[in-house]
């Protein structure tokens, strides 16, 4: 327990989304044959994209400007993946790689703004809400940057499940269960949600025209 305390308090879980999400950015400016600059600066927005536009809804001061630790992550695993050339792997790889890296930060941001919309007292509707926002701004702004249809509009089960995740970390919190014998599970559970989805292609009900 006091291990996993200490994971749960130094937000790694946190870390683990930006780092997805970073190289999630990273292979779509690669894949566009971005320069340098231009597949930092995707990959730069979006692993705090999200993040950024939580903190901006809840009124406080992004994270990314007091804490250097998600740039760290950012930057480090920047230079991991440009140095063992991820880009020029096999492309059917480099496909499933996105979408687990995707995947993760998905789940991983999800949990991360509902539980800052727990910490503000905000009510299920704020806290699904701050969840879904944080987890699929960053991607949002990837696919905009890029002049791609952005994943949440025709991925149907993409949003749902960081919706899904979000909702049941309330319920969670409510019946009185938090920290991470709650995150971690609710994490792989949400991320195995998300795979099988993708593979399964999962989808909602059409609104017949």
Do not use: C
């Not at 006091?2 to 683990?16: A, N």
Request: aromatic content about 12%; overall charge positive; proline content about 3%.
């Amino acid at each position: 327990m006091p291990l996993l305390h200490t994971l749960f308090q130094f937000d790694w879980l946190y870390l683990i989304g930006t780092a997805a999400f970073t190289v999630s950015g990273y292979l779509i400016g690669a894949r566009k044959q971005f320069d340098v600059l231009g597949v930092v600066i995707l990959a730069l927005l979006t692993a705090i994209g999200g993040g950024m536009i939580r903190d901006v809804l809840v009124n406080r001061v992004p994270r990314i400007f007091l804490d250097a630790e998600p740039l760290y992550t950012i930057f480090m695993t920047l230079a991991v993946i440009w140095a063992i050339k991820l880009h020029r792997r096999n492309k059917g790889l480099l496909v499933k790689l996105f979408i687990v890296a995707d995947s993760i930060g998905l789940v991983a941001f999800s949990i991360a703004g509902a539980q800052v919309g727990i910490d503000a007292r905000l009510n299920l509707f704020g806290v699904a809400f701050l969840g879904f926002v944080s987890a699929v701004g960053g991607g949002l702004v990837r696919d905009m940057m890029v002049n791609d249809v952005p994943f949440i509009l025709h991925e149907d089960f993409y949003g749902t499940v960081a919706i899904l995740v979000a909702v049941a970390l309330f319920g969670l919190y409510g019946l009185g269960y938090a920290g991470p014998i709650v995150a971690w599970p609710l994490f792989a559970g949400g991320l195995a949600l998300r795979l099988i989805a993708h593979v399964r292609d999962f989808r909602l009900p059409r609104v017949d025209a």
